[in-house]
């Protein structure tokens, strides 16, 4: 059986190096990545599945936000993800929205951020590291715990932004002691999980790497379910008109 293919963007500042930690996830899972960079044509019916990366602020005027001189913006890639992002949940495609991607997730549905999480929440803990330092509690009942369990995960943390508002359909899936969204998801319908941390440096932790596998099966169901109505729709087509298909 062949792997379903996912879409995966990134940074273009630090792509070649996130771009392979995702691939080889995506590989252990059982999918097929495909690198989709700023400036490339990117068409969301040529894959499965979709995930956005890490990397780079998302820029306030999506979302109604202040506009910050520090900010490290990227325009022409906020364009590209919130359209596929936008895409992938109008054809029912599953995707995975990793740190920034989580966050785009979210305003790609409606929702707003908080610019600066330490001013938001002032007792969160500075803990800015690839390592799995920081304590997120999965919320109870959620398609999180059913794919990673339950119990306290350990994660790393890298971002200053955080989900505000939530975005159309979405719940919260996991967050700090301190308040701090760490992951939103879809409750019903197709596959949409973003995580603010970086499961793709966790190659090695068993819940992680589920992740990376409940989305490829998502994208191998949503293949699997698409290609049955495109035989359908073929067979319809060559059976003259009163007879049953």
Same mark, same amino acid.
């Given at each position: 059986?062949?792997?379903?293919?996912?879409?995966?963007?990134?940074?273009?500042?630090?792509?070649?190096?996130?771009?392979?930690?995702?691939?080889?996830?995506?590989?252990?899972?059982?999918?097929?990545? /495909?690198?989709?960079?700023?400036?490339?044509?990117? %068409?969301?019916?040529?894959?499965?599945?979709?995930?956005?990366?890490?990397?780079?602020?998302?820029?306030?005027?999506?979302?109604?936000?202040?506009?910050?001189? =520090?900010?490290?913006?990227?325009? *022409?890639? %906020?364009?590209?993800?919130?359209?596929?992002? +936008? =895409?992938?949940?109008?054809?029912?495609?599953?995707?995975?929205?990793?740190?920034?991607?989580?966050?785009?997730? @979210?305003?790609?549905?409606?929702?707003?951020?908080?610019?600066?999480?330490? =001013?938001?929440?002032?007792?969160?803990?500075?803990?800015?590291?690839?390592?799995?330092?920081?304590?997120?509690?999965?919320?109870?009942?959620?398609?999180?715990?059913?794919?990673?369990?339950? %119990?306290?995960?350990?994660? @790393?943390?890298?971002?200053?932004?955080?989900?505000?508002?939530?975005?159309?359909?979405?719940?919260?899936?996991?967050?700090?002691?301190?308040?701090? +969204?760490?992951?939103? *998801?879809?409750?019903?319908?197709?596959?949409?999980?973003?995580?603010?941390?970086?499961?793709?440096?966790?190659?090695?932790?068993?819940?992680?790497?589920?992740?990376?596998?409940?989305? +490829? *099966?998502?994208?191998?169901?949503?293949?699997?379910?698409?290609?049955?109505? *495109?035989?359908?729709?073929?067979?319809?087509?060559?059976?003259?008109?009163?007879?049953? /298909?």
């Amino acid at each position: 059986m062949t792997r379903p293919v996912i879409g995966v963007t990134t940074s273009a500042r630090s792509g070649w190096r996130i771009f392979p930690l995702i691939a080889l996830n995506v590989r252990l899972a059982g999918g097929r990545p /495909i690198w989709w960079r700023v400036g490339a044509p990117a %068409d969301i019916h040529e894959v499965d599945g979709l995930i956005v990366g890490g990397g780079d602020d998302i820029s306030a005027d999506l979302y109604g936000g202040k506009l910050m001189a =520090e900010a490290r913006i990227d325009p *022409e890639r %906020d364009a590209l993800e919130y359209r596929l992002l +936008v =895409e992938a949940d109008a054809t029912g495609r599953p995707a995975l929205g990793i740190c920034r991607g989580s966050q785009m997730m @979210n305003i790609a549905l409606g929702g707003t951020l908080h610019q600066d999480i330490y =001013e938001t929440y002032k007792d969160a803990k500075r803990i800015w590291t690839v390592l799995p330092k920081k304590r997120v509690e999965v919320q109870d009942g959620t398609r999180l715990s059913e794919i990673a369990g339950a %119990d306290p995960m350990k994660v @790393n943390a890298l971002h200053t932004q955080s989900v505000d508002r939530l975005g159309r359909g979405l719940r919260v899936a996991a967050c700090e002691a301190s308040g701090i +969204v760490q992951a939103v *998801e879809r409750a019903e319908g197709s596959f949409f999980l973003g995580c603010q941390w970086h499961p793709e440096h966790l190659w090695y932790a068993r819940r992680q790497r589920a992740i990376f596998r409940a989305l +490829v *099966e998502a994208a191998r169901a949503f293949r699997d379910s698409r290609s049955q109505f *495109e035989a359908v729709d073929e067979l319809a087509a060559t059976t003259p008109a009163g007879q049953p /298909i």
